[in-house]
């Protein structure tokens, strides 16, 4: 076979199997960039794929600093009307009625949780592969998690094992759109249905995301989102509950503004309706998060097409899996770019070596999740004297044995992220991602 035939994979691999040595100095250029992805691994004092910086996150511009000082100057620094401006906003890029602006993800999933009417005594089923404030929403409600292991295909709650999961005690199914794809909700919604349950979609990392044509966070009864510092839309600190049932969000919001009644706009100290909490978002998150909306479906936009031709690249790389999607996904929002790294593919490299090589040619990445469904804050939940006080024992025995997902902890223990600020950059960064995985992939028996 003349080598100039050969594929960029063919010829790496013929280099290191010995038989590159056909190739003259003259042809290699034919193969561009293959230089790069060969010789010496960067963790072994080779040349680094890439020594260049990423881009940074978050992103702030002049825009940002005068919305800021704008509110600063006004005095007037608690919710009001750039609070409003921005629920009325994000809730006409969400294609909803109505948007409830809140401290944060995690109060955003506490509250409409509640005010779906989920408390003690009730179950809910959940997906073990995602953030410990999306159990801490069941928890702190009174509520028991009921887990489903995940699809480790896709990271999602697998739909085919929550019907067994049901009981006459289950409310709600909380599907977790991880990584900022979605779950599959066609599925979710028809057992829903089946079961009188209710939808509380947790799309804290799902902004913009679509299942066929419709966004997350609009599919089931409530839909919430995170402002937090890390995220794709952010603030520092913030959330947001987002639905189309006008009495619903009346709920959410009186219950966040201490259980005065929605529409009540005087600072009255008497006529409450219900017990509530307050978790009001201040002017100044609405107004970073009024600027940073400006650049938000850009930036969505050159991270899935910078995602999807690194998936093109990475594809045939027999060490890594990317994260796949269910087919009714028509848009991923890539708060990570998620994969699985197979190690019995790469002479048993263990994850944590093959991360440490790739960080030593320049691309930053995470081990993502833990089994965090198995630490200890859900035991000692369990058996806090509340939870014994109303659970009986049958029943937080069934908590526990529902919390046995071997699926989620082999994917916990080979789940690779990229955060999205990699995603920001050009196609050619994502030829250095993949470079670099392939070099080390090419060179593995450098690594043992
Ligand atoms: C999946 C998921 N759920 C819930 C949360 C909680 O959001 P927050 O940190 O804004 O409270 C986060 C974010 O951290 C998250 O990623």
């Known amino acids: 076979m003349n080598s100039k035939n050969l594929s960029r994979r063919q010829f790496l691999a013929a280099a290191s199997a010995g038989t590159a040595a056909v190739v003259t100095a003259g042809q290699i250029p034919a193969f561009g960039d293959a230089g790069k992805k060969g010789g010496k691994l960067a963790v072994n004092g080779g040349k680094p794929v890439r020594t260049k910086a990423w881009p940074t996150w978050p992103i702030w511009e002049k825009e940002d600093e005068e919305r800021i000082f704008a509110v600063l100057r006004s005095g007037v620094w608690s919710r009001a009307a750039v609070v409003s401006e921005f629920e009325e906003k994000y809730a006409e890029m969400m294609g909803v009625k109505r948007c409830l602006a809140t401290t944060n993800g995690t109060h955003a999933l506490i509250v409409s949780l509640k005010m779906l009417g989920i408390g003690i005594g009730d179950e809910i089923i959940v997906g073990p592969y995602t953030f410990i404030a999306t159990f801490d929403s069941i928890m702190l409600n009174g509520a028991l998690p009921i887990f489903v292991d995940t699809d480790p295909e896709t990271f999602m709650i697998n739909p085919d094992k929550i019907e067994e999961k049901i009981t006459k005690n289950t409310k709600a199914i909380l599907p977790v759109h991880i990584l900022g794809a979605p779950a599959n909700m066609d599925r979710i919604n028809a057992i829903a249905k089946k079961h009188n349950l209710k939808v509380a979609e947790d799309a804290c990392q799902a902004w913009l995301a679509e299942w066929k044509g419709k966004k997350c966070g609009t599919l089931g009864d409530a839909g919430c989102f995170s402002f937090q510092n890390s995220k794709n839309l952010t603030c520092g600190e913030g959330g947001a509950i987002i639905g189309n049932d006008d009495e619903f969000m009346d709920r959410c919001h009186s219950f966040h503004n201490f259980g005065r009644p929605y529409g009540e706009t005087a600072l009255t100290l008497s006529g409450n309706i219900r017990l509530g909490t307050k978790c009001r978002m201040t002017e100044y998150q609405a107004a970073i998060l009024l600027a940073q909306m400006q650049r938000f479906e850009q930036q969505t936009k050159i991270r899935g097409e910078n995602a999807e031709y690194l998936t093109s690249r990475l594809k045939d790389i027999d060490c890594v899996i990317p994260m796949k999607f269910y087919e009714g996904v028509t848009r991923v929002a890539y708060h990570m770019y998620g994969l699985r790294y197979k190690k019995e593919a790469c002479n048993n490299v263990s994850r944590k070596k093959f991360l440490s090589a790739l960080s030593a040619e320049g691309i930053p990445s995470y081990t993502g999740y833990g089994a965090v469904n198995r630490d200890m804050w859900f035991e000692n939940t369990l058996n806090s004297p509340n939870f014994r006080k109303v659970y009986s024992k049958a029943q937080l025995d069934r908590c526990r044995q529902a919390n046995h997902c071997p699926e989620n902890d082999q994917l916990c223990?080979?789940?690779?992220?990229?955060?999205?600020?990699?995603?920001?950059?050009?196609?050619?960064?994502?030829?250095?991602?993949?470079?670099?995985i392939e070099k080390i992939y090419e060179n593995r028996d450098q690594l043992t």
């Open 413 to 436: 223990e080979e789940s690779v992220w990229f955060f999205h600020n990699l995603l920001l950059g050009t196609k050619s960064d994502m030829d250095d991602i993949a470079d670099a």
